[in-house]
């Protein structure tokens, strides 16, 4: 079955970094775009990053300059490379992908506070 999961969040001081990986299995993760949304508390979800089988890459404008998507289908791994973070940054942060329907992970908690 499909499983995505995240890891690497965590607590940061502003203008630092984090770098999010999410691990793919049961699917051929190759072919499949694969994507970044985050979740800030009483907020919606959102999009953050987007890379395609490809890799065209997509951006929300919040984070474009400072966030990297970037996959690698040897390991069947997506990364989010986060730098100059700051506390409007702070969210749960989830992998995306869809297979038929919609797989999300089990999120990953990034807080950006001193």
């Known amino acids: 079955q499909v499983q995505l999961v995240e890891s690497g969040g965590g607590l940061v001081q502003p203008g630092g970094s984090l770098r999010l990986s999410c691990a793919a299995s049961g699917f051929i993760f190759s072919i499949r775009p694969m994507a970044w949304y985050r979740q800030a508390s009483g907020k919606q979800r959102e999009l953050v990053a987007r890379?395609?089988?490809?890799?065209?890459?997509n951006y929300a404008d919040s984070v474009k300059g400072r966030f990297t998507i970037s996959r690698d289908n040897a390991k069947n791994t997506v990364y989010l490379e986060m730098n100059s973070l700051n506390p409007e940054d702070t969210a749960v942060y989830y992998c995306e992908t869809v297979v038929g329907v919609e797989y999300w992970g089990q999120g990953t908690q990034v807080t950006v506070s001193s």
């Open positions: 890379i395609s089988s490809g890799g065209s890459l």
